[in-house]
Protein backbone atom coordinates (compact mmCIF):
# COMPACT_ATOMS: atom_id res chain seq x y z
CA UNK A 1 0.00 0.00 0.00
CA UNK A 2 1.49 3.57 -0.97
CA UNK A 3 1.05 6.07 1.83
CA UNK A 4 0.61 9.81 1.13
CA UNK A 5 2.26 12.67 3.04
CA UNK A 6 1.29 15.73 3.37
CA UNK A 7 4.19 18.57 3.86
CA UNK A 8 1.99 21.80 4.19
CA UNK A 9 5.39 23.93 4.86
CA UNK A 10 8.72 23.14 3.32
CA UNK A 11 10.95 20.67 5.11
CA UNK A 12 14.69 20.29 4.12
CA UNK A 13 15.41 17.66 1.24
CA UNK A 14 16.80 15.10 3.95
CA UNK A 15 14.01 14.28 5.35
CA UNK A 16 11.45 14.58 2.36
CA UNK A 17 14.09 11.99 0.88
CA UNK A 18 13.56 9.45 3.92
CA UNK A 19 9.93 9.54 2.94
CA UNK A 20 10.55 9.26 -0.53
CA UNK A 21 12.94 6.61 -0.22
CA UNK A 22 10.73 4.48 2.06
CA UNK A 23 8.14 4.22 -0.94
CA UNK A 24 5.80 7.21 0.83
CA UNK A 25 4.07 9.62 -1.41
CA UNK A 26 4.86 13.00 -1.01
CA UNK A 27 2.17 15.67 -0.85
CA UNK A 28 3.18 19.51 -1.07
CA UNK A 29 0.47 21.38 1.20
CA UNK A 30 -1.63 24.40 -0.51
CA UNK A 31 -0.82 26.46 2.42
CA UNK A 32 -0.76 26.89 6.23
CA UNK A 33 -4.02 27.35 7.05
CA UNK A 34 -6.56 25.68 9.30
CA UNK A 35 -8.61 25.72 6.03
CA UNK A 36 -5.98 24.62 3.60
CA UNK A 37 -4.88 22.13 5.67
CA UNK A 38 -8.68 20.73 5.70
CA UNK A 39 -8.36 20.58 2.35
CA UNK A 40 -5.12 18.88 1.73
CA UNK A 41 -5.02 16.23 4.18
CA UNK A 42 -8.56 14.32 3.32
CA UNK A 43 -6.24 11.61 1.46
CA UNK A 44 -3.43 11.30 3.66
CA UNK A 45 -1.97 8.87 6.45
CA UNK A 46 0.16 11.39 7.50
CA UNK A 47 1.46 14.78 7.98
CA UNK A 48 5.05 16.09 8.44
CA UNK A 49 4.04 19.66 10.21
CA UNK A 50 5.70 23.04 11.09
CA UNK A 51 3.44 25.61 12.77
CA UNK A 52 0.50 25.44 10.84
CA UNK A 53 -2.28 24.83 13.51
CA UNK A 54 -3.54 21.45 13.36
CA UNK A 55 -6.89 21.50 15.02
CA UNK A 56 -9.90 19.46 15.83
CA UNK A 57 -11.03 19.87 12.57
CA UNK A 58 -7.90 19.13 10.63
CA UNK A 59 -7.78 15.48 12.33
CA UNK A 60 -11.08 14.65 11.56
CA UNK A 61 -11.09 15.97 7.67
CA UNK A 62 -8.07 13.60 7.91
CA UNK A 63 -10.08 10.29 8.23
CA UNK A 64 -6.87 7.86 7.12
CA UNK A 65 -4.22 9.97 9.44
CA UNK A 66 -2.15 8.04 11.56
CA UNK A 67 0.66 10.02 12.53
CA UNK A 68 0.71 13.77 13.08
CA UNK A 69 4.88 14.20 12.99
CA UNK A 70 6.05 17.86 14.30
CA UNK A 71 9.10 19.59 12.79
CA UNK A 72 10.83 20.50 16.07
CA UNK A 73 10.24 20.00 20.25
CA UNK A 74 7.44 21.86 20.25
CA UNK A 75 3.51 20.99 19.73
CA UNK A 76 1.16 23.75 21.19
CA UNK A 77 -0.44 23.80 17.60
CA UNK A 78 -1.73 20.16 17.56
CA UNK A 79 -5.19 19.19 19.25
CA UNK A 80 -3.71 16.41 21.76
CA UNK A 81 -6.24 15.25 22.58
CA UNK A 82 -8.60 15.01 19.72
CA UNK A 83 -5.65 13.30 18.08
CA UNK A 84 -5.50 10.83 20.84
CA UNK A 85 -9.41 10.19 20.67
CA UNK A 86 -9.30 10.36 16.96
CA UNK A 87 -6.79 7.12 17.11
CA UNK A 88 -3.57 9.58 15.73
CA UNK A 89 -0.37 9.59 17.28
CA UNK A 90 1.23 13.45 17.94
CA UNK A 91 5.00 13.17 17.96
CA UNK A 92 7.73 15.34 18.26
CA UNK A 93 11.55 16.01 17.61
CA UNK A 94 12.85 16.60 21.46
CA UNK A 95 16.28 16.75 21.23
CA UNK A 96 16.50 18.01 17.95
CA UNK A 97 16.43 21.78 18.72
CA UNK A 98 18.79 21.83 21.85
CA UNK A 99 22.19 22.80 21.31
CA UNK A 100 21.24 24.75 18.47
CA UNK A 101 18.85 26.85 20.85
CA UNK A 102 21.15 26.82 23.69
CA UNK A 103 23.95 28.72 21.18
CA UNK A 104 21.68 30.73 20.09
CA UNK A 105 20.46 32.26 24.10
CA UNK A 106 24.09 32.33 24.57
CA UNK A 107 24.13 34.55 21.68
CA UNK A 108 21.54 36.49 23.30
CA UNK A 109 23.07 36.83 26.94
CA UNK A 110 26.28 38.33 24.90
CA UNK A 111 24.19 40.36 22.78
CA UNK A 112 22.10 42.20 25.42
CA UNK A 113 25.16 42.34 28.22
CA UNK A 114 27.50 44.17 26.10
CA UNK A 115 25.11 46.11 24.16
CA UNK A 116 26.04 44.67 20.51
CA UNK A 117 23.00 45.12 18.76
CA UNK A 118 22.52 49.27 19.81
CA UNK A 119 26.01 49.85 19.33
CA UNK A 120 25.87 48.49 15.96
CA UNK A 121 23.35 50.96 15.14
CA UNK A 122 24.87 54.01 16.18
CA UNK A 123 27.99 53.75 14.84
CA UNK A 124 26.31 52.95 11.57
CA UNK A 125 24.48 56.74 12.58
CA UNK A 126 27.90 57.73 12.72
CA UNK A 127 28.29 58.06 16.61
CA UNK A 128 30.99 56.24 17.47
CA UNK A 129 31.40 57.67 20.65
CA UNK A 130 27.91 56.48 22.11
CA UNK A 131 30.09 53.93 23.77
CA UNK A 132 31.10 55.97 26.60
CA UNK A 133 28.11 56.83 28.66
CA UNK A 134 26.53 53.35 27.37
CA UNK A 135 28.81 50.52 28.51
CA UNK A 136 27.80 46.98 28.81
CA UNK A 137 28.54 44.45 31.98
CA UNK A 138 30.76 41.16 32.69
CA UNK A 139 29.12 38.10 32.89
CA UNK A 140 31.65 36.02 35.05
CA UNK A 141 30.32 35.66 38.75
CA UNK A 142 26.85 37.07 37.19
CA UNK A 143 24.04 34.89 38.38
CA UNK A 144 21.91 33.74 35.44
CA UNK A 145 18.28 32.11 36.48
CA UNK A 146 17.29 29.42 34.26
CA UNK A 147 13.36 29.21 34.47
CA UNK A 148 12.49 25.79 33.07
CA UNK A 149 15.27 22.71 33.42
CA UNK A 150 13.98 20.72 30.34
CA UNK A 151 16.69 19.56 27.74
CA UNK A 152 17.27 23.12 26.27
CA UNK A 153 17.43 25.04 30.02
CA UNK A 154 19.84 22.02 31.06
CA UNK A 155 22.00 22.66 27.26
CA UNK A 156 21.91 26.80 28.19
CA UNK A 157 22.89 26.18 32.52
CA UNK A 158 25.81 23.91 31.22
CA UNK A 159 27.35 26.23 28.55
CA UNK A 160 27.34 29.24 30.92
CA UNK A 161 28.72 27.51 33.28
CA UNK A 162 31.39 26.42 31.46
CA UNK A 163 31.94 28.93 29.08
CA UNK A 164 31.32 32.17 30.70
CA UNK A 165 31.86 31.60 33.72
CA UNK A 166 28.29 32.44 35.13
CA UNK A 167 26.59 30.95 38.72
CA UNK A 168 23.68 29.34 37.51
CA UNK A 169 20.09 29.26 39.37
CA UNK A 170 17.27 27.50 38.19
CA UNK A 171 13.91 26.89 38.52
CA UNK A 172 11.75 24.02 37.59
CA UNK A 173 8.93 22.19 39.55
CA UNK A 174 10.31 19.28 38.48
CA UNK A 175 13.90 19.70 39.75
CA UNK A 176 15.33 17.76 42.89
CA UNK A 177 18.61 17.73 44.22
CA UNK A 178 18.50 13.98 42.80
CA UNK A 179 18.59 15.36 38.87
CA UNK A 180 20.40 18.56 39.07
CA UNK A 181 23.87 19.42 38.05
CA UNK A 182 25.91 20.35 41.16
CA UNK A 183 27.08 23.70 39.63
CA UNK A 184 23.44 24.64 39.69
CA UNK A 185 21.24 25.99 42.68
CA UNK A 186 17.73 25.44 42.89
CA UNK A 187 15.65 28.48 43.83
CA UNK A 188 11.78 28.69 43.93
CA UNK A 189 9.88 31.07 41.47
CA UNK A 190 9.78 34.06 43.27
CA UNK A 191 13.04 34.32 44.36
CA UNK A 192 14.68 33.14 40.86
CA UNK A 193 13.40 36.56 39.47
CA UNK A 194 15.54 38.42 42.47
CA UNK A 195 18.27 36.86 42.56
CA UNK A 196 19.06 36.79 38.87
CA UNK A 197 20.67 39.17 36.67
CA UNK A 198 19.52 37.57 33.54
CA UNK A 199 16.32 35.92 33.37
CA UNK A 200 16.42 33.32 30.79
CA UNK A 201 12.95 31.40 29.89
CA UNK A 202 12.20 28.07 29.11
CA UNK A 203 9.15 26.66 29.88
CA UNK A 204 6.67 25.02 27.88
CA UNK A 205 3.99 26.24 26.13
CA UNK A 206 0.62 25.05 28.34
CA UNK A 207 -2.24 26.39 29.47
CA UNK A 208 -0.90 27.36 33.27
CA UNK A 209 2.17 29.14 31.81
CA UNK A 210 0.11 31.48 29.12
CA UNK A 211 1.32 34.77 30.82
CA UNK A 212 3.14 33.82 33.99
CA UNK A 213 5.45 36.19 33.97
CA UNK A 214 4.68 39.79 34.37
CA UNK A 215 4.09 42.98 36.33
CA UNK A 216 4.71 40.83 39.62
CA UNK A 217 7.94 39.03 38.30
CA UNK A 218 8.98 41.86 36.65
CA UNK A 219 8.69 44.27 39.82
CA UNK A 220 10.89 41.54 41.88
CA UNK A 221 13.46 41.91 38.91
CA UNK A 222 16.67 43.77 39.85
CA UNK A 223 16.70 47.31 37.74
CA UNK A 224 20.15 45.72 36.65
CA UNK A 225 18.70 42.70 35.44
CA UNK A 226 18.02 41.09 32.03
CA UNK A 227 14.95 39.10 30.30
CA UNK A 228 15.37 36.71 27.17
CA UNK A 229 13.02 34.80 26.19
CA UNK A 230 13.31 32.27 23.35
CA UNK A 231 10.86 29.90 24.12
CA UNK A 232 7.37 30.71 23.46
CA UNK A 233 5.72 34.91 23.31
CA UNK A 234 2.63 33.88 25.20
CA UNK A 235 4.42 32.95 28.26
CA UNK A 236 5.04 36.32 28.84
CA UNK A 237 2.30 39.31 29.73
CA UNK A 238 4.00 41.66 26.72
CA UNK A 239 1.71 44.38 27.91
CA UNK A 240 3.34 44.23 31.10
CA UNK A 241 6.88 43.66 30.16
CA UNK A 242 6.60 47.10 27.31
CA UNK A 243 5.44 49.44 30.61
CA UNK A 244 8.34 47.91 32.43
CA UNK A 245 10.70 48.58 30.38
CA UNK A 246 9.37 52.21 29.46
CA UNK A 247 9.79 52.84 33.05
CA UNK A 248 13.48 51.59 32.98
CA UNK A 249 12.69 49.06 35.66
CA UNK A 250 14.81 46.12 34.45
CA UNK A 251 17.32 46.77 32.07
CA UNK A 252 16.43 45.62 28.90
CA UNK A 253 15.11 42.24 27.47
CA UNK A 254 15.99 40.14 24.33
CA UNK A 255 12.87 38.55 22.74
CA UNK A 256 13.06 36.22 19.82
CA UNK A 257 9.12 35.42 20.44
CA UNK A 258 6.07 37.48 20.71
CA UNK A 259 2.27 37.18 21.85
CA UNK A 260 1.52 38.11 18.15
CA UNK A 261 3.40 36.35 15.53
CA UNK A 262 4.25 38.13 13.23
CA UNK A 263 4.49 41.13 15.65
CA UNK A 264 2.73 44.52 14.93
CA UNK A 265 4.41 46.98 12.64
CA UNK A 266 3.40 49.42 16.17
CA UNK A 267 4.29 47.24 18.41
CA UNK A 268 6.70 49.14 21.15
CA UNK A 269 8.97 46.41 22.02
CA UNK A 270 10.13 47.04 17.90
CA UNK A 271 11.58 50.45 18.75
CA UNK A 272 12.94 50.55 22.23
CA UNK A 273 16.67 50.79 22.66
CA UNK A 274 16.56 48.44 25.53
CA UNK A 275 15.05 45.78 23.50
CA UNK A 276 16.65 43.52 21.41
CA UNK A 277 14.17 41.65 18.72
CA UNK A 278 15.07 38.77 16.51
CA UNK A 279 12.10 36.87 14.33
CA UNK A 280 11.47 33.44 16.01
CA UNK A 281 14.99 32.29 14.64
CA UNK A 282 16.47 30.44 17.52
CA UNK A 283 16.25 27.30 15.59
CA UNK A 284 16.91 28.36 12.28
CA UNK A 285 20.04 26.83 10.95
CA UNK A 286 20.91 24.60 8.12
CA UNK A 287 21.77 21.67 10.77
CA UNK A 288 18.98 21.89 12.67
CA UNK A 289 16.42 22.08 9.79
CA UNK A 290 17.60 18.97 8.80
CA UNK A 291 17.54 16.96 11.96
CA UNK A 292 14.21 18.26 12.98
CA UNK A 293 13.11 16.99 9.23
CA UNK A 294 15.06 14.00 9.59
CA UNK A 295 13.42 13.34 13.18
CA UNK A 296 10.03 13.42 12.45
CA UNK A 297 10.35 11.88 8.81
CA UNK A 298 11.96 8.74 10.58
CA UNK A 299 8.85 8.86 13.20
CA UNK A 300 6.34 8.65 10.44
CA UNK A 301 8.41 5.67 8.49
CA UNK A 302 7.91 3.93 11.90
CA UNK A 303 4.37 4.10 12.63
CA UNK A 304 3.02 3.76 9.19
CA UNK A 305 5.01 0.42 9.10
CA UNK A 306 3.06 -0.56 12.29
CA UNK A 307 5.73 0.35 14.75
CA UNK A 308 5.71 2.38 17.72
CA UNK A 309 6.99 5.81 17.36
CA UNK A 310 9.99 7.21 19.65
CA UNK A 311 8.94 10.16 20.55
CA UNK A 312 5.10 10.30 20.97
CA UNK A 313 3.24 13.56 23.01
CA UNK A 314 0.45 11.60 23.35
CA UNK A 315 -1.49 8.26 23.53
CA UNK A 316 -3.81 7.28 21.33
CA UNK A 317 -7.23 5.75 22.62
CA UNK A 318 -7.42 3.65 19.37
CA UNK A 319 -4.82 3.20 16.83
CA UNK A 320 -5.75 3.01 13.58
Not at 69 to 90: P, Q
Not at 208 to 224: H, L, P
Not at 269 to 298: D, G, K, Y
Amino acid sequence: MSYKVLIPQAVAKEGVEILKNSGFEVKYGSGATEEDLIKDVVDCEAILLRTAPCTEAVLKAGKNLKIVARHGAGYNNVDLEAAAKLGIWVTNAPDSTTNTVAEFVLGAILSISKRIFLMNKKIKDGDFFFKNNHKGIDLAGKKLGVVGFGRIGRKVAYKAFHGLEMEILAYDPFLSEENCPDYVAICDWENIFKEADIISLHMPLIKENIGCVGKKEFDNMKKSAYLINCARGEVVNEKELIETLEKQNIAGAFLDVFEQEPPSKDNPLLSMENVIVTPHMASNTEECMILMAVQAASEIVKVLSNEKPCWPVNNPIKNK
